[in-house]
Each structure stands twice: as structure tokens, then as C-alpha cells.
């Protein structure tokens, strides 16, 4: 909220016109305001994983994983929007600072509803995904009346986000069957307001800083799977019990966190996006990453299956229990390849090797000592791609 009048001298201002920034702005970075941001919102990441954790355990896989998925796109989708906006027009002034704050509380009180979602009630979920995404619409009628050159873009996203929250809350009332055909009619239409709208005159988003945007979202949930899986191993070994099977899991838990970060963060996402600067590129690394950050929010879930398993408090077999880590670890790996690699990387060891490890880790589920196969299979392909690319220049 700073503003330069003078070299050396720095005053702070309560309100600045809501202009589109520079993309090729030097040294962006993100605002410790939007690392609060994300502090909040990986509170509803945590209560979703451990939801999903309860109904794995419960042997109610199908409907824990629809949940978690629904849910998880409210929470998902409201960073996102924040996220982008943020990086075409953060004025991190006053009226700036309080919007956003009406979208944390918004985030919050998704993270309060995760439970009832889970029953089949998303009241509270739909309240404060609503909330956040009015808060929004707030912002971009800023934009449209400070920026002219994106006027028309930021008209269409206030339009278009608000019929949107009104079809949510008209979802609430329809029963069984019609109501998730309405959530998947409703997701698409959110999916296509960004598509329509920057299609008019498209944002100025930084790639440095939306890479990092998302980097660090991606941390601080592969920290809420640490979080999640440290926790239940230290309630099992409370126990007294299995004491050496609960310190092996959390061994290689530990692990294969470590190589989803490695794997993730070996080659720099404001890469990918600048070589293939165009809308397409945008929304398929922006959209993609639901995969990424819900697969490793789910592998958190997975392992704290695996100690229930292996202190057996949970009656489901050796095989679910196996998958419900080797399916999120093969999504995310193929979800990388996807967006950070891609098929035809003339390094073609690493872009072979991120597919056949996922297949191979499929594969794993049905071996002895499963997690541990997945965590070295992980691991060896981190050496694939150390190997692979020694002795050439990084990426600055």
C-alpha cells in the first residue's frame, strides 16, 4: 500500500485508481496479503482432506471421493479467481484490503460447512462460496469503471459471476439426482466465464507471479498432507502398538511428499507460460492445477488411510487402502508431466519417465508394502530427472 513520490521517501495512501498492471512488471512477487490468503483457504483444504480421510475409512470411497471433489472446487476456484485478479490488479490499498477480507471470511466459513457437505448439505458451503465470489464481483465493477481498456472483460466477469451465484443458490433446492446434475451444469458455466470474458480484451496477468502464486499454494498443501499424515501416526503410536509398521509409513510418507515437491518444482511453471503465452496456455495451466492441488490434498487423506490400516482401525482391504494413495500420486504426476513437462520435452528420459512411473505406481497397488514401492518409485524418478538434466543450464 506503499506509493513512490519522491526517491528515498515513501508514503502510504488509502486508495489508488484500480488500473491493470504491467505484465512484464520486474520483481513481482506475491503480497504478504495474499499469503494470508492462502494461510485461510488451506484451512478448508485440511477439513476436505480429513473428511474424505473419515468416509476412506468408513468404506465409503465413492461418495467421499464426489464430496471431496465437489468441495474442493469451491475452495479450489475461489483461490484461483482471488489469484488471478490479483496479479492483473492489486492495488493493496483500503478498499482492496477489505474486499479480500470479505473473501477469506468467505473461504472460512466454506471450511465450516465441509462437514455438512459430506452429509449431502451444502448450505454453509454455497453461503460462503457465494460470499467470496461477491466479494469479487465488487472488484471487477472497480476495474470496470477505473480501467477503460478492460472495461468491457470486467463487466462481463460481474455479470457473469453473479448469475452464476444466483443458479448456486437456486441449486440448493433441487433434490437427489437433479442437484448434481446442477452442480456439474453450474461448474462448466463458471469454467466458461474466464473463456468468454478474456476472449474481449484479455487481463494482464504476470507469469512470474502467477507461477508463484501457485507454487505456493502447492506447498502449503503438500504441508497440510505432512500435517494430516504426522498427525495420525502420532495418535498410533500413542497406542503403543505397531509402533515399527506406523515409523516405516511415516518414513516413506515423508518421502514421497519430498519427491511430489522436487518433481513439481524442478522445472519453473512461469516457463511453460511464457513459451506458450496465449489464452489456451493460461487456462490449461490455470484450470489444470485443480488435479495438482487436489491430488495432493488426497494423498494426505491416503496416508492417514494407510495408518488407520496399519493400526487397523479401519476394515477396508490392503488394496483400497493402497489405492487411496497410488491414485492420487499417479494423478499428480501425470498432471505435472501435462502442465510443467509436457509429452514432447526434447528431454525425452523425463518426458517418458513421469507417465511410465504413474502406470508403475498403478501397478504398485496390488504389490507387497505398496506406499513403500510408490515412495521409491517416486523417488527414482526424481533421480531420472536429476540424471536427465545434469550438466545443462537451468532456467533462471
Known sequence: ???ESAPGHRIRVWYRPMRARDSGE?????TPLELLFDLCFVV??????????????AGHAGHGVLSFAMVFFAI???WLNFSW???????????????TLVQIAGGLTVAAGVDKAFDGDFTIVVIGYVLMRLSAVTQWLRAARQSPETRATAYFYAVGITVCQ?????RLVLPG?????????????ELAVPLVAETRAGTAWHPHHIAERYGLFTLIVLGETVLGATNAVKEGLAEGEHTGDLVSLAAVGLLLVFAMWWLYFDQPGHARLERGNSLTTALSWGYGHYLIFGSAAAVGAGLELAVD???????????????????PVAIFLLSVWLLHIGPTNECRPIAIGFPVTAVLILAASFAPAPIHVTAILAAALVAVTVIATHGEPRPA
Do not use: E
Open 1 to 3: 500500500m506503499a506509493h
Open 26 to 30: 520486474g520483481h513481482r512477487v506475491s
Open 44 to 57: 478448508a483444504v485440511g477439513q476436505a482432506g480429513a473428511q474424505l480421510h473419515h468416509a476412506l475409512s
Open 76 to 78: 479450489w476456484w475461489g
Open 85 to 99: 485478479f490479483a496479479s492483473a490488479f492489486d492495488t493493496d490499498d483500503v478498499p482492496y484490503r477489505l474486499a
Open 166 to 170: 444466483v443458479l448456486w443458490i437456486v
Open 177 to 189: 439426482t437433479a442437484g448434481l446434475i446442477g452442480f456439474f451444469v453450474l461448474v462448466a458455466l
Open 309 to 327: 490400516f496399519d493400526s487397523h482401525h479401519t476394515a477396508v482391504s490392503g488394496t483400497a487402502t493402497a489405492m487411496a494413495v497410488t491414485i
